[in-house]
């Protein structure tokens, strides 16, 4: 379980987090959803402990983690795909896979994830940063998968991607969830949030305004769509 008790957060002297409150069951999909420039990005950095918590409280299973190196918190069984990926263009993509340690047994083996992902392993002897952006969501995706994490934290998975690719995406995070493994998900995306996730958390101004279960989301499809602004 991950819970978050009023966290307030700072990117130098700009107060973006102002009291983040909310809690992701173990084996639970769920998703921060708001505008840009709410706070949702900001969230996963600071339980990710790249950016530090000033005021309030994080825990993963029950331990805090806050003032916790992230390579520490990593261990713990907590896993980050960035907005941006983490791709090293220095290196290929099966090197991309197998960088980071395992930390858990629960891990995906590299046989499994070149199963779920035959682009990957059809291009391993390829630079990382060759593939397209689709496969480098991948990639990202399957090398958290492969460390073992039981909670994955995903920023924005599907920006920009292809409907062919998004669907694919939302295929593997049924699969994470299916492992039993906890996800909470970044996404603009009301339609895709709505397929993978189990409640939806809803930010401004940097404080969750309400939390739904996904048949209220659905219900009220409209209502948040105005609300995001899409």
Do not use: C
């Amino acid at each position: 379980m991950l819970a978050l008790r009023g966290v307030h957060a700072y990117y130098g002297e700009s107060h973006i987090l102002h009291g983040m409150t909310l809690t992701v069951e173990t084996g639970e999909v769920a998703t921060l959803v708001g505008r840009n420039g709410v706070g949702k990005t900001t969230t996963l950095r600071t339980i990710m402990g790249i950016l530090p918590a000033r005021q309030g409280q994080i825990e993963l299973n029950g331990s805090s983690i806050v003032g916790i190196p992230s390579d520490r918190i990593a261990r713990r069984g907590l896993g980050y795909v960035p907005e941006e990926r983490g791709i090293l263009s220095t290196l290929s993509v099966y090197e991309n896979l197998t960088l980071a340690p395992i930390i858990g047994k629960s891990g995906w083996t590299v046989e499994r994830i070149f199963d779920a992902f035959p682009n990957l392993k059809e291009r391993a002897k390829a630079g990382g940063t060759t593939l397209s952006g689709g496969e480098q969501q991948m990639l990202a995706i399957a090398r958290v998968l492969r460390s073992g994490a039981r909670t994955v934290l995903l920023d924005e998975p599907t920006e920009g991607l292809a409907p062919v690719i998004v669907e694919r995406i939302g295929e593997l995070i049924r699969a994470m969830k299916a492992d039993g493994i906890t996800v909470l998900l970044v996404e603009q995306n009301v339609r895709f949030a709505t397929d993978v996730a189990d409640r939806h958390h809803v930010i401004v101004h940097g404080h969750v305004e309400q939390t739904l279960e996904n048949r209220e989301v659905i219900a009220r499809e409209k209502e948040l769509l105005d609300l995001l602004g899409v």
